[in-house]
């Protein structure tokens, strides 16, 4: 299982970051998977945002609930963290990842498969 986030470098203050984890080796739909958003900011530790399941059923991190959204094209086998109102402290390396089971669905060293992360910026 392979992913890869995909997205802008470079985001201004109050746009929409949206970045896409493009997935090969096992469809987004396969039973039981359940692919999550992480981030790290700077000098910080991971964390956990939020994720879609097989299902399609969606969780959010309660701090980060109003502001993210994940969706998915089951089509292109891909799914997709949008995060409105962005501010500078949204500045991180973003990860996609995957596990097999919802049990530590927010905790990053459960995750079976995880992409290389991809660094956005928030800055005008």
């Known amino acids: 299982v392979q992913l890869q986030e995909m997205g802008p470098g470079l985001v201004k203050p109050s746009q929409t970051l949206s970045l896409t984890c493009t997935v090969s080796?096992?469809?987004?739909?396969?039973?039981?998977?359940?692919w999550s958003w992480f981030r790290q900011p700077p000098g910080k530790g991971l964390e956990w945002m939020g994720a879609?399941?097989?299902?399609?059923?969606?969780y959010y991190s309660p701090s980060l609930k109003s502001r993210t959204s994940i969706s998915r094209d089951t089509s292109k086998n891909q799914f997709t963290l949008q995060l409105i109102s962005v501010t500078p402290e949204d500045t991180a390396a973003y990860y996609c990842?995957?596990?097999?089971?919802?049990?530590?669905?927010?905790?990053?060293?459960?995750?079976?498969?995880r992409g290389q992360g991809t660094q956005v910026t928030v800055s005008s």
């Open positions: 990842a995957t596990k097999k089971a919802p049990r530590g669905i927010s905790t990053w060293n459960s995750y079976d498969y």
């Open positions: 080796g096992v469809s987004i739909e396969t039973n039981y998977y359940f």
């Open positions: 879609i399941a097989y299902s399609g059923s969606t």
